[in-house]
């Protein structure tokens, strides 16, 4: 009985915690129409999962959440399909708890097919209920969507309060803040490795922009240039080996490879103008980048030896923060019009550019790692949030976090450490 | 004498609407009356009433230094510009003759810029702004030895209104003695 208070009073915690307010707008097209039936087990544990995979699939803007109306089969044999027209899947299933840890067996059930989908037991520590439920959600999206899902995936952005800069890791939605670095001095440009066990970033903590890269495993981090003037905008090639960095030591900001460890630097670009925020293509070969050598800033994409230089965008007074598609047919990016920003997509083929955001503060993009979602740092009432928007641009989601004002997200990849 | 009450006067008007400029008040000028300096130039007659005019002419000539230098040590760019505006050039030019004048004394050029890019163009911008504003000064005299430059784009802005006055204010590069 104690130790059930405890594990209650550890729930009371987390939600305490939650440091976020999500609203979620707009409405996709052909959208699944799935219900979550509130598991069998402790009716608290069961609504904090259920909400957390509810609003995992509507964020993706793939599905719409059907209202269970009080119907709350556990088991295939308890379920009346009759009930269930108009819902493509319900999940179903029970959540127990021992050890401090909580174990969801769950199926999801076909309502057309009267068939059971799959039936999997996810489990974990009980003070990361939310983790499970992402989980859930993932293999909830991947049977029905034939896609990977990414709501276990992370992000990485930076928190400002005050003096204080913080580079954060947090879950997908925002929520389990975990600080990398503290800093009374700015942080910039998060990037992850290819892996998911580094990040690199920019920090003013020696008085001007350097780059390092910290190992999420054991927080070891290491300086990898720190030439006289900027050193930012560090990009990791697809094999983890080599960034693509920004350095200014031989004139305006050009565009170099570097060794992880800071060896071996090469410089690419020879513009004399500004050459910035480069961003690999998934096979490694290019790199798509913002530069004003056209006179104002715009996207380029070049060969990896800096040949082939070709410009990309031609809308927009100025376009920023190119990033590929994770399967390197478009590119997200910030285009700046008429006095604000706002996200959108081109494909490299046709050239089409498609508008996703309608435009008010919405900078640096990054797709999530199956292609479907956007994050991007956007700002309500002054101050800087997350959000993200369906790459159909259908659904937008706002993250508000209780405190700071977030800059600079980007997507994890899949892999984590 | 001129080019210096010129100067003066801008960095007056400049310092004038630049209420935000930060920290190290006449920090550049702080090894002022540098003895060698008035050795040398005032070293020319034996006269003492003559002496004396010369060291009056000295002692103005050096406030009127300090005070450009002091005054003001901002200058201030068009949207998306990292070129050294007319405006702003006696400023520099004050710097760098200060520069020029004291051998010893280092700075280090701080290049900013407004939100309205992505953070890292900005901190490239920033950086230019700083580059170019060091050129002015070694143009003035200064060694490049002398000068530091840095960039914080848009990462530390002077004023953090989300409005053309607070962008004007944050489009800037700051002369800061070392």
């Known amino acids: 009985m104690k130790w059930l208070l405890s594990v209650a009073l550890l729930m009371c915690i987390n939600l305490a915690q939650a440091a976020l307010e999500i609203e979620i707008s707009g409405a996709g097209e052909n959208q699944i129409p799935v219900s979550i039936v509130p598991f069998d087990g402790d009716p608290t544990l069961s609504q904090n999962l259920v909400k957390v995979i509810t609003d995992d699939l509507l964020r993706s803007g793939l599905f719409k959440v059907m209202d269970t109306v009080g119907r709350e089969p556990h088991e295939p044999k308890q379920i009346n399909f009759a009930d269930w027209q108009g819902v493509d899947a319900i999940s179903i299933g029970k959540v127990t708890q021992a050890d401090g840890k909580i174990e969801v067996r769950f199926r999801l059930i076909d309502t057309l097919k009267k068939n059971e989908m799959l039936g999997q037991i996810i489990s974990g520590p009980a003070d990361q209920s939310r983790k499970v439920a992402h989980r859930i959600a993932d293999i909830i999206f991947a049977r029905l969507t034939g896609s990977a899902g990414v709501f276990s995936t992370r992000i990485a952005y930076i928190n400002r309060q005050g003096q204080q800069n913080r580079l954060v890791v947090a879950d997908s939605d925002g929520y389990g803040e975990q600080t990398i670095v503290s800093s009374n001095e700015p942080l910039m440009s998060p990037s992850w490795s290819p892996d998911g066990s580094r990040i690199a970033y920019v920090s003013f903590e020696q008085g001007r922009a350097m780059i390092f890269v910290q190992s999420l495993l054991t927080q070891n981090r290491r300086l990898i240039a720190s030439f006289p003037g900027s050193n930012s905008a560090p990009a990791w090639s697809p094999d983890g080996q080599q960034l693509a960095v920004v350095l200014t030591h031989e004139g305006s900001s050009q565009i170099y490879l570097i060794r992880a460890d800071g060896s071996n630097v090469r410089r690419i670009t020879n513009s004399g103008v500004i050459d910035t925020e480069p961003c690999f293509s998934p096979d490694g070969r290019s790199i798509i980048f913002t530069s004003d050598r056209g006179g104002n800033p715009q996207i380029y994409r070049m060969q990896l030896d800096g040949s082939q230089v070709q410009r990309l965008t031609f809308e927009g007074r100025n376009n920023f923060s190119p990033r590929f598609s994770p399967d390197g047919k478009s590119f997200v990016f910030s285009q700046f019009n008429k006095g604000s920003f706002f996200i959108a997509t081109q494909d490299f083929e046709t050239a089409q550019l498609q508008q996703l955001t309608s435009g008010n503060w919405d900078k640096k993009p990054s797709f999530a790692p199956n292609g479907k979602l956007i994050l991007f740092a956007s700002e309500a009432s002054g101050r800087g949030i997350l959000a993200s928007v369906s790459s159909d641009g259908r659904v937008k989601q706002k993250m508000f976090s209780q405190q700071g004002d977030i800059h600079e997200p980007m997507w994890s990849p899949y892999n984590q450490p | ?178």
């Open chain 2, 1 to 178: 004498m001129n080019k210096i009450l010129t100067a003066v006067l801008v960095a007056g008007l400049l310092a004038g609407c630049a209420s935000n400029k930060p920290a190290g008040q006449g920090a550049l000028a702080d090894g002022n009356a540098d003895s060698k300096t008035s050795a040398s130039n005032g070293a020319t007659t034996g006269a003492a009433s003559a002496d004396q005019l010369a060291a009056d002419a000295l002692a103005k000539k050096q406030a009127a230094d300090a005070a450009a230098v002091a005054a003001s040590r901002s200058v201030f760019f068009p949207f998306d510009v990292d070129a050294l505006q007319d405006k702003d050039k006696a400023v520099v030019q004050a710097n760098g003759e200060y520069l020029a004048a004291h051998k010893t004394a280092k700075a280090r050029v701080e290049g900013n810029a407004d939100e309205r890019g992505s953070s890292e163009y900005n901190l490239a911008l920033g950086q230019r702004r700083a580059e170019n504003t060091k050129r002015g000064l070694v143009a003035s005299g200064a060694t490049a030895a002398q000068i530091e430059t840095v960039s914080f784009g848009e990462e530390k802005p002077a004023d953090a209104g989300h409005n053309e006055a607070a962008w004007a204010k944050n489009r800037r590069a700051d002369i800061v003695a070392k």
